[in-house]
């Protein structure tokens, strides 16, 4: 009898799932986005985004196919570093740019995959081959010339950047 009732559970808990309704998914989004950052929200409830994180997240696998989970995983990623879990958005990100290559933001989430070894993680290694990567597939991009600066400068502390950038214009004048 235990069995027959575990049986019945699991498939009830299996019909549920592939019958989840993405309307009533898209207002719990809306209802943690609202708690988040709704009006006089002053402060930064790390709870609250891990809740928004957590929603995104049932989403997306429920409905990894939807024209909206893209852009769901990108404001996935971008919680996640403002929670300083940068591991956890870089795998979303790279998520991103494999799955969805289509997807407008697809190159930008492959350049913060790159900023986000160099300035949060400090690898440079892995930002350089990133920021390598990232020329070699989208050179036209609008954030081209920032990965060829950042390339030139990576490891080069910002106060050395800015005495380069006024030695270049004592030269210039």
Not at 26 to 46: C, M, P, R, W
Not at 51 to 80: C, H, N, R, W
Request: aromatic share 16%.
């Amino acid at each position: 009898m235990k069995h027959l009732f575990f049986v019945l559970a699991f498939g009830l808990l299996i019909f549920s799932c592939n019958n989840a309704d993405p309307t009533a998914m898209e207002a719990q989004i809306e209802s943690a986005k609202e708690e988040l950052f709704g009006k006089g929200k002053q402060t930064f409830d790390k709870t609250k985004a891990s809740g928004l994180v957590d929603s995104y997240q049932e989403f997306i696998t429920a409905f990894p196919d939807d024209p909206k989970t893209p852009e769901y995983m990108f404001k996935q990623a971008e919680i996640l570093r403002t929670l300083q879990r940068f591991d956890e958005g870089i795998a979303v990100w790279e998520n991103i740019y494999t799955k969805y290559p289509n997807y407008e933001k697809a190159p930008q989430s492959y350049f913060l995959v790159a900023f986000t070894y160099e300035n949060e993680l400090k690898n440079l290694a892995k930002a350089k081959k990133f920021y390598e990567t990232f020329l070699t597939k989208y050179p036209t991009h609008e954030f081209a010339k920032d990965a060829k600066f950042s390339l030139d400068n990576l490891g080069v502390s910002p106060e050395d950047i800015i005495k380069g950038f006024q030695k270049n214009q004592k030269a210039a004048n």
